[in-house]
């Protein structure tokens, strides 16, 4: 997970979001997201989900990112 992990921030940072504007951007709390952003929990397939939703990410471009992130186009 510590790739997944990685690239979430990646994708905060790119959007200029903090931990807060991004939770808020998901629907949950700061405390919850930044816990999966620093690989103290797991993000399950629901966050998954959000997150494609919240930055309009196909599928394909989120394995990108989370697997190569030099080449994600998010």
């Known amino acids: 997970m510590e790739r ?3 690239s979430l921030k990646l994708l905060r940072v790119k959007y ?15 405390q919850s997201y930044a816990k999966i952003e620093n690989g103290m929990a797991d993000g399950n397939i629901q966050f998954w989900a959000k997150v494609q939703r919240a930055f309009k990410i ?17």
């Open 58 to 74: 196909s599928s394909e471009e989120m394995w990108h990112l989370i697997n190569d992130e030099e080449s994600a186009k998010v």
């Open 4 to 6: 997944e992990n990685r």
């Open 16 to 30: 200029g979001l903090t931990q807060e504007g991004m939770a808020t951007k998901l629907g949950m709390s700061r």
